[in-house]
């Protein structure tokens, strides 16, 4: 194995959840197949697969400034489930030591969790 190639999340609604896949969280839109209902975007070289067969999946997306970015998400009034805070403070395993993990939670338009990481 080699590693991950695509993530598939759940959408009721596929022109929804393109708009805010693609809009809000500004992910690069790759394509769009109808029929089945497949929408494709880059997550930094994974692919997202938006489908109304898919389960709803947890996605933990890297941020830069999560602070700014909850604020970018707020004003597109998208529903935070948990305000930025320190997960830990890495003691090397996943990275720098001694770097703190922040996090946020949020809603995307179909319902699902999605997560923000620093």
Not at 75 to 99: C, R, W
């Amino acid at each position: 194995m080699r590693g991950l190639v695509q993530v598939a999340q759940h959408a009721d609604d596929l022109d929804r959840a393109t708009a805010f896949y693609r809009d809000v969280l500004g992910l690069r839109h790759l394509a769009t197949y109808r029929p089945p209902g497949l929408a494709f975007f880059d997550l930094d070289g994974v692919r997202l697969l938006i489908e109304k067969g898919a389960p709803s999946a947890v996605l933990y997306l890297a941020s830069d400034d999560l602070d700014a970015d909850v604020a970018r998400l707020r004003a597109h009034d998208v529903v935070i489930v948990e305000e930025p805070h320190l997960i830990f403070t890495d003691d090397g395993t996943f990275g720098t030591p001694g770097k703190e993990i922040r996090m946020a939670a949020f809603r995307d338009s179909e319902g699902n969790l999605l997560c923000l990481m620093t």
